[in-house]
């Protein structure tokens, strides 16, 4: 059953990239300003990418959207809980990228919060860590990669995952290859476990986006392109850990953030920028 789940997944993933490359446009070398906005914007499968935005909006308004809109029915303190058991169980990814990346103070605090999450915070449940002064932070492979010095190519947008590169992407494979959870799972033949792990991670995400992604989408003039600058926005301030703006010259600014400043986009879905 497995094998057969992860040959579809690679066939289906397959397909895409080779419909995002036959639909790439060329860039319009006989005007500058156009080649120069072209190259900026980095997204030569754009026509492609956007037919996929279109076929994920679709699946969040007839399923995500519903589901995590009974799920929002629970109180908040509950939600949280469930944030806070998910993300503890992502600790020893984190702490692999905050070692891969040479980054040894947050390296220990992610095994501080760790301890003390699981158990004074009852299994990660309450994040006890972050009521001590202990932040939270997220780290993955394909943050290692930048700070590696790999760039991130051009932006895409895949099938039920959303908004990514093919630098992300790959970071996304390796992270859940690495995730001691999916190596226990696969070989107990429990594949349940790590797709209800993402089914729920999903909707955890949904929920805490739901009112910036509300706003997002009322206040663009084009919301695929508020989508990628938002994404590219945040991707850059995780990689930089608030600090290092180095990868700030890719981003794609145009026609969003005149409207919505991502500070207060990211104070209204409870996700801290750069942490």
Same mark, same amino acid.
């Given at each position: 059953m497995s094998g057969k789940f992860y040959t579809i997944c690679k066939m289906a993933l397959l397909g895409y990239a080779l419909f995002a490359v036959s639909a790439c446009s060329s860039i319009p070398e006989d005007d500058p300003e156009a080649a120069a906005e072209y190259r900026k914007i980095n997204d030569p499968a754009e026509k492609a990418n956007?037919? #996929?935005? *279109? /076929?994920?909006? @679709? !699946?969040?308004? +007839?399923? &995500?959207?519903? +589901?995590? @809109?009974?799920?929002?029915? /629970?109180p908040k303190f509950v939600r949280n809980g469930v944030h806070n058991f998910f993300h503890n169980l992502k600790t020893p990814v984190i702490l692999a990228n905050d070692i891969l990346q040479g980054e040894p103070v947050r390296a220990g605090n992610t095994l501080?919060? /760790?301890? #003390?999450?699981?158990?004074?915070?009852? $299994?990660? +449940?309450?994040? %006890?860590?972050?009521? =001590? @002064? #202990? %932040?939270?932070?997220?780290?993955?492979? @394909?943050q290692t990669l930048a700070v590696w010095g790999f760039g991130e190519g051009p932006y895409l947008m895949l099938p039920i995952l959303g908004p990514s590169n093919p630098r992300d992407a790959l970071g996304?494979?390796?992270?859940? &290859?690495?995730?001691?959870?999916? =190596? =226990?799972?696969?070989?107990?033949?429990?594949?349940w476990i790590p797709i209800t792990?993402? +089914?729920?991670?999903?909707?955890?995400?949904?929920?805490? !986006? =739901?009112?910036? !992604?509300?706003? !997002?989408? *009322?206040?663009? #003039?084009?919301?695929?392109?508020a989508v990628r600058s938002l994404y590219r926005q945040q991707?850059?301030?995780?990689?930089?850990? $608030? %600090?290092?703006? *180095?990868?700030?010259k890719n981003s794609d600014l145009s026609g969003y953030f005149d409207l919505v400043k991502i500070d207060d986009l990211f104070l209204k879905s409870d996700i801290e920028p750069g942490k």
């Open positions: 956007r037919y #996929i935005f *279109k /076929f994920n909006q @679709g !699946l969040d308004s +007839v399923i &995500l959207k519903p +589901v995590t @809109g009974i799920y929002r029915i /629970f501080t919060r /760790f301890v #003390i999450n699981t158990t004074i915070g009852i $299994g990660g +449940v309450r994040d %006890q860590a972050s009521n =001590w @002064g #202990i %932040q939270s932070h997220s780290e993955d492979f @394909g996304k494979v390796v992270d859940y &290859l690495v995730d001691p959870i999916t =190596w =226990w799972a696969r070989n107990k033949d429990e594949d792990r993402t +089914v729920v991670n999903t909707i955890d995400t949904r929920d805490r !986006l =739901w009112d910036a !992604l509300e706003d !997002l989408e *009322k206040s663009s #003039i084009d919301y695929y392109a991707r850059n301030r995780e990689i930089a850990n $608030g %600090q290092r703006p *180095k990868e700030k």
